[in-house]
Every structure is written in structure tokens, then in C-alpha cells.
Nanobody, 119 residues
């Protein structure tokens, strides 16, 4: 069993900052990709940022220059520093991990954390 738990969401004014944290635990042999996705009301879930085991990253164009993803392999954790937040960043943010469990690559998701940006 693998558990993925996010924290750090909340309500912030436009222009403000938030930091999301996510930690994975359980029978994990190794972690490949960690990342963040978000889903706004009435919209499909979309990629925000991912970071691979080697440290390479990808960002959605809408967050480039404002958000920074990082990871701590020892803690099996991933973070998302969100600066210059905009109302359109309002969404539920989900942590995603791609891990090796029992020699298989598997995907796991957190339960989501709400981020609300007021104008």
C-alpha cells in the first residue's frame, strides 16, 4: 500500500504565495516521477508541474516563472512553491507519484488540496 498526502492549500489574495507539500509513504522501492496536477470547477484535470528522479522538470505554460517544483528524495516528498498567484490558479491541486512497488511501476494520487485565490 502507498499513501500520498498533500498539505498547504488555502485562501490567498491575488499576488500572494502558497507552498504545497506532498509526502508518499508505504511499500515504495523507488520513486520515478513526482508532480502536481490541478482541476478547476467545470474543467479537466491538467498538469501543473512534474519533476523526475534526475531532477528535470516540466511546467504548464500558465505557471512558468511563477511556480517552482522541488523534491526531497530522502523524505519521499515533493513541493510546489506558488508565487504571484492569480484568480485563475484557483483549483483543487492533486499530488501525483509514479513509483516502483513490487517491481511494477504504479501511479498514485493524493486526495487533493484546495487553493483559492481571491481578486
Amino acid at each position: 500500500q502507498v499513501q500520498v498526502v498533500e498539505s498547504g492549500g488555502g485562501l490567498v489574495q491575488a499576488g500572494g504565495s502558497l507552498r504545497l507539500s506532498c509526502a508518499a509513504s508505504g511499500s515504495i522501492f523507488s520513486i520515478n516521477v513526482m508532480g502536481w496536477y490541478r482541476q478547476a470547477p467545470g474543467k479537466q484535470r491538467e498538469l501543473v508541474a512534474v519533476i523526475r528522479s534526475g531532477g528535470s522538470t516540466n511546467y504548464a505554460d500558465s505557471v512558468k516563472g511563477r511556480f517552482t517544483i522541488s523534491r526531497d528524495n530522502a523524505k519521499k516528498a515533493v513541493y510546489l512553491q506558488m508565487n504571484s498567484l492569480k484568480p485563475e490558479d484557483t483549483a483543487i491541486y492533486y499530488c501525483y507519484v509514479n513509483v516502483v512497488v513490487d517491481t511494477y511501476l504504479r501511479d498514485y494520487w493524493g486526495q487533493g488540496t484546495q487553493v483559492t485565490v481571491s481578486s
